[in-house]
């Protein structure tokens, strides 16, 4: 069974920084395209910020803000969270998948709440 490990949430203030990590085996990693999800209550979940041969795209409200980045040597992909706001209040949840291979992993979420 493939594990998708994500860890970095909690709670920051208004304007603070939090990066989020996901670790994946290694025989999947090399393969695979990655993404950021998260879901806030209430809400459906959307896609945050994608990694795919070396091209990143971000929803808008976190363009300027949020970074994906990938270390092939840890196995692990990141999303770097600047000036952090109310509204990126969400369980995030890390996606590694492969249409030519075929798979497509979730992690099981990491909380981040932003409040004053």
């Known amino acids: 069974q493939v594990q998708v490990v994500e860890s970095g949430g909690g709670l920051v203030q208004p304007g603070g920084s939090l990066r989020l990590s996901c670790v994946a085996p290694?025989?999947?990693?090399?393969?695979?395209?990655m993404g950021w999800y998260r879901q806030a209550p209430g809400k459906q979940r959307e896609l945050v910020a994608s990694?795919?041969?070396?091209?990143?795209n971000y929803t808008d409200s976190v363009k300027g803000r949020f970074t994906i980045s990938r270390d092939n040597a840890k196995n692990t992909v990141y999303l770097q969270m600047n000036a952090l706001k109310p509204e990126d209040t969400a369980v995030y949840y890390c996606?590694?998948?492969?249409?030519?291979?075929?798979?497509?992993?979730w992690g099981q979420g990491t909380q981040v709440t932003v409040a004053s």
């Open positions: 990694l795919t041969r070396g091209n990143t």
């Open positions: 290694g025989s999947i990693f090399s393969l695979s395209a």
């Open positions: 996606n590694l998948w492969s249409r030519v291979v075929g798979f497509d992993y």
